[in-house]
Structure formats: structure tokens, C-alpha cells
């Protein structure tokens, strides 16, 4: 009885850069679509060596087993073959489990067989040769669930063997240059068209030409079928047994014409001795000659070819990356995976690079910056720069997330530099900097020694602001927000203010002007009538401090930073208009999250919250032409008169004077924009009024005013 003939089964060898490649087309591009994708392996020849035993003089042989690499090589060298493939990768694990993977394989399996029966496998036998992949991509801990298939069609009955393997060299004969030359073409032809199957007809001089398989039918007029032999090559190592592209090979064969049933196979080997002399081929050659009885073709399809364990088994595997990755790569993939998540579903549209990519100046490391900072590390920013010259305090590692009590130790750490520091260890791909920086204040006096570090503290704060996309004013007093909204408005920067009070807070974006002249929304300032003013000096311990409800902090920095993001992914950026009046049914804004407001207002009590509009004043004591163009006009010497909230002539504002205008005072700022003139002008008006008391007090009199 013959002997059935059979297979090396492939294994699978998957590189950490498929799996890399997997996740990051499941987050970026897949998402929530299942629809399989091409991917691509390769195998090669298969090769047995000859190493070291654990004994001095001793040597034993390894057989490589047949492998399909997958994510390593593309198959442009050393003989590789290409094989295509098809990725099923899932959205559950339980998906993975219930996916019908024998309907997976017959239908692969039966795409192999009408190729052959077409012909098209014939004139691309790339055809014959394909694998699948059913996935499930954990990517919150970088672990997939996998399992290959390759797809063979099987025999029934099975093909079985009339001539046992023997080697190449007892083929051709002891002829070594006639088996280097033959070694040397199916080498040659490999590495020419990828696809690792041919023919080999022996010629009437006794060499061997290599031909396509298309040209089967033309080979077997001129010649005898002893005399051909179908090639492939073979990734098994083992000494008798081909490897699994084979099989279909076979069924290749047997819808052939046919003179006979028998066929000589060679199991290609060799692609690496391409080069060598014939005696180094000869010593070194491990391709072998099957003799095949190829049993008929029949309309049944049956397909194998699952995967199976180191067991026996066929079953799926584990590929756990997350021990070999760098965990602050990992890092930086979980954190792209949170917001990557938000366009599978539920925001499509969301720009997270637009948004990851702002710099971002953070004027205050307080307990808001705090906040704030917290919030822009988890939309993805990863460059922002902390500016703040007070040190930590024992009061504040309980308010403020990036503080602890080592902090506040031997007199308290600079706060800039320690939530730099906090960052990183939080996140170390961020780049957080530190600036300690008193930042300049109106009505604040500069003493003449004070002078040079004022200025020089000016000019660093203009320089951060010109060099970061978005300001952050998250300070405690009205003053210390006056210099950065200013240069924010003179750079055209997006500035976010929050403020807080003890059960409220406002977080609004200042309007950035599209040319001189013209209208926008109004700035922090832009609702004042009067001039920022010194409100820390002469104040009991209670007003010192920021005395809030503990939760609002939190509340008001995230309202801002999410007030931000709509900025961001607006079209028109920071040049986006508020919502449309309430009731305004017919105004649509095409941004992500809507028209970002101006203001949001929040009061704890009663748990409210109001967006709210307010234009851009033109006697703005921040953001006004006037105070810019004084700016550019006069640099510092303008900061310093309004540091030092010096009393000028009202027709010429930036001219002092030595005797103080008659009573009340105003301040340069306000003579500056015009506000001191409507308050005197405010002032004759209620002078003018004549206030009527007549009747006021008698009996049934109803103080001029009609029931209603």
C-alpha cells in the first residue's frame, strides 16, 4: 500500500511592528469598521543547521520550522515568496470568538480553486498561496488575540508517494557544475518573480531549464513527463516531509492535462547558495525530489489549514506587547487611545492632532492652573509653559492636583518649577517648562532700583506670549491678569480667563480683533469702567487668599479648557462667532462642538450655568487701540507710567504732570482710553439733576410713583 504523502504545516512569526501596525490603523483609520484588509507575508526556503551541542566536541542539527513571516520582511531578498493575505480584525473579544472561522477558510479555499480552474493561477501562481488572520486588538494593554489559517485544498482520497524523498545531488547526477547551474536558475527565478513555483524540464544535453507553470501544456508535447518536474519552494527543514504550499500546488497539478499520475516534485531549498561552486552546492544542497501520485480532481471542496499550538492544537494565540514595549511609549498610546476613541462614535470629526499641537502658556500654577493643566494633558497637549513666582505653601497640596507636601517643605518649592515637574512624572512625553516671573501689575509702584527687573520681566512675558498659540490667565487678582490679556490682544493671541468667586466663576475667551477697526468680542476688561486698580494691599487675611467652594476651581478650569477645544476645532479658530441668540432655529455651525460662547457664567447655588455675549469696548483699558498703540508706540515707558498709575494731562496722557488735577483722580489708564472723561462727564450729569422730595411724606402719598 502506497505510503500518503505528508505536509510540514505552516506557523506563523508575527513581528511587533505588524501588531504596531494593526493598532494604529484600528484607532486612526478602522475604527468601529470590521471590513477585512490586505496585509502581506512571506516565506522562504527551509533550511536544517548544524550547531554546537552542550558537550565540548558535540553537534547536533536544527530544523527551522516552516514559517510564514508576517511584519518583517517585505520578500525583496534572499529568495523570499510573497504570499497576500486578508486581516479580519474584530471589535469584541467575543466577536473573535463567535467570527464562523470554517466559513473564513472554505471561502479563501475556494477563491485558491477557481483560480486554478480558471487559469488564472497558471499565469500568476501568487494564487495558489494565501493566509488569513482573525484578530481582536486590546489596545488599552497592547495584547492580541490571533489566529492564522492557510488555506490549503486536500485531496480525497489523500495524494500519496511512489519515489521517497532523496537529495537534489542524487537527481542531477555527480555532475557538480550541472547542479550549480540548476541550483543557480531556480534561484535566479525565484528572486525574479516572488511567486516560488515553476517547472523544471531536463534537456536533450542533460541540463535542466526552468519554465513557468503556464507553460505546462508545451513542455509535456515535447517532453516526457520524467523529464519535468514541478518546483516550488519549500519552507520546511524536515528531511521527507514538503512544506504546506504544496498542497495546493498539487491541486494544481491534478487539473492539468496529465499523461500520468506520477509526478516528480522538487522541494526548493537552496535560494541561499546562489554564487557558491559546485562542490560548495553539492556539500552544502538540501532540496529534495518527491515522487507524487496525484489522486483526481473531485467537485468537493474541503479546506484545512487553522493554526495549532505547540500542543497539537488548533487554537488562537496571545501576543502580549506590553513587556517589550517602552512604557513611556506605552504611555503615549494610552493616552492617544482616550481621544482617538471620541472619533469611533461619538465625535467623528474631531481634529485631536489640532488640538495636541497647541502651545500653551499657562499665566498662574495655582490652583487653577493646576486644574487647567490636568485638562490640556488629557486632550493630548503636550507643550505647555507654567509662569507663576509665589512658592508652594503647606495650604496648597490638598487644593492643587500637582502639589504634595514635600513641596512645601524648607520654605515651599517654586511653584512653576514644581508643576513642570509634576507633569512629567505624569506624563514624560510632555514638554512642561518652568518660568518664575513676577508678572508686572497696574497701580503696583516700580521703585527706581525695581526698574530693571520690571522691565526685563515685561519683556520675557511678551516673549512667551508671542512664542505660545494660547494664553491661559488663571491668576488670582483683577491687576495680574491686565499685562498677559494686553499682549495676548497685541499678538492675536486666543486668551482663555477664568476668575473665580466664592460660589461662582466666569471662564471666557477674549475676542481677537480680524483687522484694526474692527468689531470682535470683548476681553476680561472690556465690561470695566474703571481702570484695574491695587486690590492686595491693605486687606485682612480672608481677602488675601482665594476663598472659593472646594469644587469650583476644578468646575471653572475644566469649563475652560473644554471651551478651548471648541475654539480649536472651529473652522475659524479663535475668529469664531458665539452661539446665535437663542430661538434661532435656522442658524447651523458646522464646527465639531458647536459655536464655541464667549462667557460661561456658573453659580454653585442653584447649580447654574449662562453663556453670555459681550462686545469689545472701545475704551478698554487692555485691549483697546489706544492701549495697543501706546504699547507699540512706547514700550516700557508706557508699562511703567501704568505700573506706577502716574497723573498726566488728560490732553496729553503721555506727558506727566507734577500737581495732581483737581479732585476726584483718575488713573493713566483710565485718562488714557477716555474712561476718566465720561466719568466727569457722568459727574456734571448727576450734579445737573435736581432731586424732587415734594409730597414724599405725606400721608397716602406714593412717592411719585403710579400703582401698577
Known amino acids: 500500500m502506497s ?16 501588531w504596531a501596525s494593526v493598532a494604529h490603523h484600528k484607532l486612526h483609520t478602522a475604527r468601529l469598521d470590521t471590513a477585512p484588509r490586505d496585509v502581506q507575508g512571506s516565506f522562504g526556503c527551509g533550511r536544517r543547521h548544524t550547531v554546537r551541542s552542550g558537550r565540548e566536541s558535540g553537534q547536533k542539527t536544527v530544523a527551522v520550522p516552516a514559517r510564514l513571516r508576517v511584519g518583517a520582511s517585505d520578500g525583496s531578498s534572499n529568495g523570499d515568496v510573497v504570499v497576500s493575505g486578508r486581516l479580519h480584525n474584530t ?22 480553486l477557481e483560480a486554478i480552474r480558471s487559469g488564472k493561477a497558471s499565469e500568476n501562481p501568487s494564487l495558489l498561496w494565501t493566509f488569513v488572520v482573525v484578530s481582536f486588538a486590546d489596545l488599552k494593554k497592547y495584547r492580541f488575540w490571533h489566529w492564522f489559517g492557510f488555506p490549503a485544498v486536500m485531496a480525497d482520497p489523500a495524494d500519496t508517494v511512489w519515489s521517497a524523498a532523496q537529495g537534489i545531488g ?78 495546493n500546488l498539487l491541486v494544481w497539478v491534478r487539473h492539468q492535462r496529465l499523461a500520468t499520475r506520477r509526478v516528480r ?62 512604557a513611556e511609549r506605552l504611555a503615549a498610546a494610552a493616552l492617544d487611545l482616550n481621544l482617538q476613541l471620541m472619533r469611533w462614535r461619538l465625535a467623528p470629526g474631531v481634529d485631536v492632532a489640532r488640538m495636541a499641537a497647541q502651545r500653551v502658556l499657562l499665566v498662574g500654577a495655582g490652583t487653577l492652573g493646576a486644574y487647567a493643566a490636568r485638562a490640556l494633558l488629557a486632550w493630548g497637549v503636550r507643550h505647555m509653559t507654567f509662569v507663576d513666582n509665589g512658592r508652594v505653601s503647606f495650604s496648597n497640596p490638598a ?13 515651599g518649592r517654586p511653584k512653576a518649577e514644581a508643576a513642570a515637574d509634576a507633569m512629567r512624572r505624569i506624563f514624560p512625553g510632555v514638554d512642561a517648562r518652568a518660568v518664575s516671573l513676577q508678572v508686572p501689575m497696574p497701580a503696583h509702584a516700580v521703585s527706581p532700583g525695581e526698574v530693571a527687573a520690571t522691565k526685563a520681566a515685561a519683556a520675557e512675558l511678551d516673549a512667551l506670549v508671542a512664542a505660545h498659540d494660547v494664553v491661559f490667565l488663571l491668576t488670582d487678582s483683577r491687576e495680574s491678569r491686565w499685562l498677559p490679556a494686553m499682549l495676548g ?31 470682535n468680542l470683548g476681553c476680561y476688561f472690556c465690561n470695566d469702567v474703571v481702570a484695574p486698580a491695587d486690590s492686595l494691599s491693605d486687606r485682612s487675611l480672608d481677602q488675601q487668599c482665594t476663598v472659593t467652594r472646594p469644587g469650583l476651581a476644578p468646575i471653572a478650569a475644566g469649563t475652560a479648557v473644554e471651551l478651548l477645544a471648541s475654539v480649536v476645532q472651529h473652522p475659524l479658530g479663535g475668529l469664531a462667532p458665539p452661539p446665535p441668540p437663542a430661538g434661532d432655529g435656522d442658524a447651523v455651525d458646522p464646527a465639531v462642538f458647536g459655536a ?101 411724606d405725606e400721608e397716602g402719598s406714593d412717592g411719585g410713583f403710579e400703582h401698577l
Not at 471589535?91 to 485558491?112: I, M, P, Q, S, Y
Not at 487644593?399 to 520654605?411: E, H, K, M, T
Not at 475667551?509 to 474692527?518: E, K, P, V
Open 3 to 18: 505510503e500518503i504523502l505528508r505536509f510540514e504545516p505552516f506557523s506563523s512569526a508575527v513581528e511587533p511592528e505588524f
Open 91 to 112: 471589535n469584541t473579544v467575543e466577536d473573535f470568538k463567535r467570527l464562523d472561522k470554517g466559513a473564513l477558510l472554505r471561502e479563501a479555499g475556494a477563491a485558491v
Open 170 to 247: 542524487n537527481v542531477v547526477g555527480s555532475n557538480d557544475s550541472e547542479l550549480e547551474a540548476l541550483v543557480g536558475r531556480c534561484a535566479r527565478f525565484v528572486a525574479e518573480t516572488k511567486h516560488g513555483a515553476f517547472l523544471l524540464a531536463k534537456q536533450c544535453n542533460g541540463n535542466w531549464k526552468v519554465h513557468a507553470l503556464s507553460e505546462w501544456d508545451a513542455l509535456l508535447t515535447s517532453d516526457s513527463s520524467d523529464n519535468v518536474l514541478v518546483g516550488f519552494v519549500d519552507p520546511s527543514s524536515h528531511a521527507s516531509r514538503p512544506g504546506w504550499p504544496l498542497r
Open 265 to 326: 516534485v522538487l522541494c526548493f531549498r537552496d535560494s541561499g547558495l546562489l554564487g557558491m561552486s559546485g562542490a560548495e552546492v553539492r556539500q552544502r544542497a538540501q532540496s529534495v525530489v518527491v515522487g507524487v501520485d496525484v489522486a483526481p480532481a473531485t467537485e468537493a471542496l474541503l479546506v484545512s489549514g487553522w493554526e495549532r499550538d505547540a500542543g497539537g492544537r488548533a487554537a488562537p494565540r496571545v501576543a502580549d506587547l506590553s513587556a517589550s514595549m517602552d
Open 399 to 411: 487644593r492643587q492636583p500637582l502639589y504634595d507636601f514635600a513641596d512645601s517643605l524648607d520654605g
Open 489 to 519: 490682544a497685541l499678538h492675536r493671541k486666543v486668551v482663555v480667563c477664568v476668575a473665580l468667586g466664592f460660589d461662582s466663576y466666569v471662564a471666557m475667551r477674549h475676542g481677537i480683533r480680524a483687522h484694526s477697526g474692527s468689531t
Open 596 to 696: 464655541p460662547p464667549h462667557q460661561i457664567r456658573g453659580y454653585l447655588a442653584g447649580f447654574r450655568q449662562h453663556a453670555i455675549v459681550g462686545q469689545a469696548y472701545d475704551r478698554c483699558t487692555a485691549c483697546s487701540d489706544v492701549i495697543l498703540d501706546a504699547y507699540r508706540q512706547h514700550g516700557f515707558d508706557f508699562l511703567l507710567r501704568v505700573f506706577n498709575n502716574a497723573l498726566v494731562h488728560e490732553d496729553a496722557p503721555h506727558t506727566p504732570i507734577s500737581q495732581p488735577p483737581p479732585a476726584p483722580d483718575y488713573s493713566y489708564l483710565e485718562t488714557l482710553t477716555g474712561l476718566a472723561a465720561l466719568h466727569r462727564q457722568t459727574d456734571d450729569i448727576m450734579a445737573d439733576i435736581e432731586w424732587s422730595e415734594d409730597g414724599g
